[in-house]
Each structure stands twice: as C-alpha cells, then as structure tokens.
C-alpha cells in the first residue's frame, strides 16, 4: 500500500502561484516510486491550471469540497463531474474548517461522498475532535459517529481513505502524540475493518495537524498512520518535498 502525503492548500495560491510550485516541485517528485503517493487539494480556481499542470506527472489532485450534483441552479458552488472530466482523481470532504465555519454535518458529507464516487473521483473523509471533546473524554465517540455516519451505505468504489485531523492540532502548531494519534488511528482501523472486512485494508489512514519536515518522520511512526494531509507546510516546495523525502527513507 503506498504511503499518502497530500497537500491542503485551502484558500491560499493563485493560478499564477500554483503554477510556480508546480515548475518547481515536478522535478523534484519525478523519481517518486509507487510506495509514495501525492496529492494537491487545490482551490477551486486552480483546479484548470492542476488539469494542465499535472496530468501525466506522479502528482494527483483534487477539490477540497464540492456540491454533489452534476450541474444546476447552484450559485458559487463547484461540481464533482467537472472535477472528474478535468483529470480530478479524489476529493477533499468534511475537512473541520468546513464543518466548523460552513456547519457542513456528517449527513452531509456522507451524500457528498456518494455523488464524489459517482462521477469517479475517490474520497478521502476528514474526521477527528475538537479541543473540548478531546478534554471530556469524548474522543472515540465523535470518531464513531463521524465515521458511522459519513460512511453510512457507502461502499468502496476505486478508491476511499479516511484523515484523522484533531481540530485542536488544525494551523495551531500542536501536535497530537505518538500515541494520541496511534490510539485514534487504531480505533478508526477497527472501525473500518468491522465495516468493509478484507476491504478496509486497502484504506489509508492519513495524519494531519500541524504535520512538518521536523516531525513527520516521528509521526509516521504511529499505529496505522498510511499519510499526512498536510496544510501550511504544504505551501512551500521545500517544506512540503522535505516531508515527503522524510516519509520515503
Ligand atoms: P495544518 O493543516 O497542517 O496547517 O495544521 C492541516 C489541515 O487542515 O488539513
């Protein structure tokens, strides 16, 4: 199973920016084996320049959020069909900025991962708890409930893989422990595999919060950890080459 280092630009980078990163980092990424695997969640209005930019290259990419319908009378909103006929392979969905500031709900994205597959994109769902329900003891269930529910009826199509992000760790520069994020990665491999049985193992689960060249050869040492999402220190070449160059050692 290749290991997954994706990048979540959120709302950072113009066309113009994306392109720069993309003439530097290609190069860099070329001699990448199959045991690596890397992907851009781009802003929606970089996903023409990642079309032209990135097909054919080792480097994948994708929507952070989209609307699940084909086309429609939708305002400010994006489809996951065009995504996919623009050479998309996965999407973002239910990432906490999305859940915290747009109230975005676990029935939400669980359609939002249905309409993803049925235009052929691959979906990977962001899960994990906020401060207060990590200091209540709350952990487990917030995971259960955001799994359960956004993975309600939902089968594996090409591809599905799951990111535990604490929101505490989100853009904050704490990062959770070894073993906080061994715990809350081995709960969500129990969950999947009593879920899709032989299946789940073909499912990644990926680390993100606050994940950097400086501690992500540590973190990638946790329980079931198969990637980062990586935000901020996915904005520069250097950074983000060096967690990959730190992960394929
Ligand atoms: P961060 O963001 O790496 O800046 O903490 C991660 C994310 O929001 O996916």
Excluded at 138 to 148: A, E, P
Excluded at 152 to 173: F, N, Q, S
Excluded at 181 to 191: D, G, K, L, T
Aim: hydrophobic fraction near 40%; include cysteine; glycine fraction near 8%.
């Amino acid at each position: 199973m290749s290991f997954i280092v994706a990048a979540n630009w959120k709302m950072f980078k113009t066309p113009i920016e994306a392109e720069t990163f993309f003439h530097s980092f290609l190069p860099q990424v070329e001699s990448l084996d199959e045991k690596t695997k890397v992907i851009l969640f781009v802003p929606a209005v970089n996903a023409w320049v990642s079309s032209l930019q990135l097909k054919g290259t080792k480097v994948s990419w994708g929507p952070q959020n989209i609307y699940p319908a084909k086309e429609g009378a939708f305002t400010g909103e994006n489809s996951p069909s065009v995504m996919a006929e623009i050479g998309a392979t996965y999407a973002l969905i239910g990432h906490s900025e999305r859940r915290s500031l747009f109230g975005e709900s676990n029935d939400q994205t669980n359609v939002k991962i249905k309409s993803v597959q049925e235009f052929g994109l691959s979906p990977i769902l962001c899960v994990g708890e906020s401060l207060e329900e990590r200091k209540s003891g709350k952990t487990i269930d917030v995971l259960k409930t955001q799994l359960s529910e956004g993975l309600k009826d939902i089968e594996i199509k090409k591809e599905l893989h799951i990111a535990y992000e604490p929101v505490w760790a989100i853009g904050t520069g704490e990062v959770a422990t070894t073993a906080q994020v061994s715990e809350a990665h081995q709960f969500i491999r129990q969950f999947l595999q009593e879920k899709f049985a032989d299946k789940a193992s073909k499912i990644n689960i990926l680390y993100g919060g606050s994940v950097k060249p400086e501690n992500s050869s540590e973190l990638s040492t946790a329980k079931e950890v198969g990637g980062f999402l990586v935000g901020g220190a996915s904005l520069k070449v250097d950074s983000f080459y060096s967690i990959i160059e730190a992960v394929t050692k």
